[in-house]
């Protein structure tokens, strides 16, 4: 593994797990509003599934799966990572000055562009995910 597709994958990492529970541990600490952070990461996680039930795309680098849970996590459509880190930078938003606001903003296209390259995602897969979380933001 080349330097170059290690720090795809460094970038890959913002919208991951770890940078969501990172992120809610940050809002149960500074008074951020967790309680909503925390709905809007399940009905993400829910909304995600429901789509990947019904409607399977491939990725880019075919997932093989054996089971219906590893089915919707080999499909493609929409991006959960691009999602995640969608809706933190959504929830940040109110609670942090506009130029942290631009940074979170720069790590959402960096976490698009990394699934992108890391075969993960079409262009299509990622912004369906920040448009899915912008949407449950919205309401």
């Not at 562009?113 to 449950?136: E, F, N, P, Q, W």
């Amino acid at each position: 593994m080349g330097f170059k597709q290690r720090n795809i994958e460094d970038m890959s990492v913002l919208g991951g797990f770890y940078a969501s529970t990172i992120y809610f541990l940050l809002t149960l600490t500074l008074g951020w509003d967790p309680v909503t952070f925390i709905v809007y990461t399940i009905v993400t996680y829910a909304s995600i599934a429901v789509i990947r039930s019904f409607y399977f795309k491939p990725r880019p680098k075919p997932q093989t799966y054996k089971n219906f849970i590893e089915k919707i996590d080999a499909a493609s459509f929409p991006s959960l990572h691009c999602a995640r880190a969608a809706i933190i930078a959504l929830h940040a938003q109110p609670f942090v000055p506009l130029y942290t606001q631009a940074v979170i903003a720069t790590g959402v296209v960096l976490v698009m562009y990394s699934r992108i390259m890391l075969k993960k995602h079409d262009m299509y897969d990622t912004l369906a995910g920040v448009v899915l979380a912008a949407i449950i933001f919205a309401v």
